[in-house]
C-alpha cells in the first residue's frame, strides 16, 4: 500500500495586495502555518510520497525565510519524497529557487517541458511530470502518453483539462483515459473540488491550500490518495482532506421588506448564522443585498458595523423603486426623465444600476432647483 498527498496552488510569499501590510504578513505566516498543518497530517497518516502540482511559490519572487522553512519542513520529513511540477507562477528557469540546489535529497523536480518520470522501485511507483519553463506552455504534455511501468502510475501535473487551446499545458480527459495512469494529481484550478474518472484514470484537482480572496471560497486543503493491491487488483481511494482554517464565503441576502436600519442589520446577522452555523472556523464574508429597495444603503457604514461577524465586503445589487415617488404616472418632464431611464435603473448589471440612479437624482435635483454636488 501507497500513501501520497495531493497539494497543489499554494501560492507562498502572495503579497495579499489588498490587505493592510501588518494583516498581510500575517495571513503570508498563516499560508506557511496551513502548509506545516498539511504536512504533519501526512506524517500522521503514513505518507510516502507528497506531490506539489505547481504554484508552490506565488512569483518568481521568494524571501529567503521562506526557502529556508520549506527546506526544513522536507528536511524534517526524510522518509518522505517531494515531487514538484513548477506552475505557471512559478516556474522552472533561471533564478528560480528550483535551479538553485538549496532543497535536500527528498526533494524532486521536474525541469523540462517533456514529460519525465521518477521511479522508486521501494514503493512500486512511477510518478511522470513536466514543468513550466516560463508563464506559458502550449505542449500537450501527455498526448499519446501510454505507462510501460508495473506497479503504480502517477501523474503530477498543472494542467487545464479539455482546454484545447490553453496555454496552461492542455490535457484531455480522452488522453487520460487512454494513458493507463491510475491517478493524475493536478494543479492550476483553484475551487474545483470533484473526483473524477476517466476510464481506469481517477483525475482530480487538489484546489488551492488556503483561500487568498472570495475568488477562492468554501473549504480548501487537499486529497489523500491510497494506492493499494487488493486480491489482485489494483485499488485507488482519493479522500479530500480540509487544512485551511478560514473560509472565504459569499452570502446572499435579500432585504425586500426590510424597513429600519436596525432591522437590516438583525436580518443579515442571522442569515449569516444561518449560513455559517455554529463552527470555530473563520469566515471572511461577502454580503451581496438584493431585492427592492426604497432608500439608500451606505454599504461602507454597514460593512464597519458587520464586521465583529466576518464582514470584509458588501456589494449592492438591490434595484432602487422609484416608484414610490409616483413618477411613473407622472406625465411632466419628471417623469419622461424617469420612464427613459427605467430600464437602466432595472439592469442586471449593477454599475448600469449605479449610473442610471445616479443620473436620476442629480436629474431630479436639478428640475426642482436643487443646489447640486
Not at 519524497?81 to 540546489?101: C, L, Q, V
Not at 510518478?127 to 519553463?133: D, H, L, N, S
Not at 495512469?181 to 488551492?208: M, N, Q
Request: hydrophobic share 35%; net charge negative; aromatic share 10%.
Amino acid at each position: 500500500m501507497v500513501k501520497i498527498l495531493h497539494l497543489a496552488d499554494i501560492h507562498l510569499d502572495s503579497p495579499f495586495k489588498k490587505m493592510s501590510y501588518s494583516d498581510s504578513v500575517k495571513r503570508r505566516a498563516d499560508t506557511r502555518k496551513v502548509f506545516s498543518d498539511a504536512l504533519g497530517y501526512a506524517q500522521k497518516s503514513g505518507v510516502s510520497v507528497v506531490l506539489l502540482s505547481g504554484d508552490l511559490f506565488d512569483s518568481e519572487f521568494y524571501t529567503e525565510n521562506t526557502i529556508t522553512f520549506l527546506s526544513d519542513s522536507f528536511k524534517n520529513m526524510p522518509d518522505c519524497r517531494f515531487i514538484i511540477s513548477p506552475g505557471n507562477h512559478d516556474p522552472y528557469k533561471y533564478g528560480s529557487p528550483y535551479t538553485e540546489n538549496v532543497f535536500p535529497k527528498n526533494v524532486f523536480i521536474f525541469n523540462s517541458e517533456d514529460l519525465q518520470e521518477i521511479t522508486f522501485k521501494e514503493l512500486g511507483l512511477t510518478v511522470y511530470g513536466y514543468a513550466f519553463t516560463s508563464e506559458s506552455h502550449i505542449k500537450r504534455p501527455i498526448e499519446g502518453f501510454k505507462v510501460s511501468k508495473d506497479g503504480f502510475n502517477v501523474l503530477c501535473a498543472h494542467t487545464e483539462i479539455d482546454t484545447p487551446f490553453s496555454n496552461y499545458a492542455p490535457i484531455s480527459t480522452a488522453e487520460l483515459s487512454n494513458s493507463g495512469l491510475d491517478y493524475a494529481a493536478l494543479g492550476h484550478i483553484h475551487t474545483d473540488k470533484e473526483i473524477r474518472k476517466a476510464s481506469g484514470t481517477v483525475y482530480a484537482y487538489s484546489g488551492c491550500l488556503t483561500g487568498r480572496d472570495f475568488s477562492e471560497h468554501g473549504d480548501c486543503g487537499g486529497i489523500l490518495i491510497t494506492l493499494d493491491v487488493i486480491n489482485g487488483r489494483k485499488t485507488i481511494d482519493a479522500e479530500r482532506a480540509v487544512f485551511c482554517p478560514w473560509v472565504y464565503k459569499t452570502i446572499t441576502v435579500n432585504l425586500n421588506g426590510s424597513e429600519k436600519d436596525y432591522d437590516l442589520k438583525n436580518y443579515i446577522v442571522k442569515r449569516i448564522s444561518d449560513e455559517t452555523g455554529k463552527t470555530k472556523k473563520e469566515y471572511i464574508l461577502r454580503i451581496i443585498l438584493t431585492g427592492n429597495t426604497d432608500r439608500e444603503v451606505n454599504e461602507k457604514a454597514m460593512t464597519n458595523d458587520l464586521s465583529e461577524y466576518g464582514v470584509k465586503e458588501i456589494e449592492n445589487r438591490m434595484i432602487s423603486n422609484f416608484d414610490f415617488l409616483g413618477l411613473n404616472d407622472d406625465f411632466s418632464i419628471r417623469g419622461e426623465f424617469y420612464r427613459t431611464l427605467k430600464p437602466m435603473l432595472s439592469s442586471e448589471n449593477p454599475e448600469e444600476r449605479r449610473k442610471a440612479e445616479a443620473a436620476l437624482k442629480f436629474g431630479l435635483d436639478a428640475l426642482n432647483r436643487k443646489e447640486l454636488e
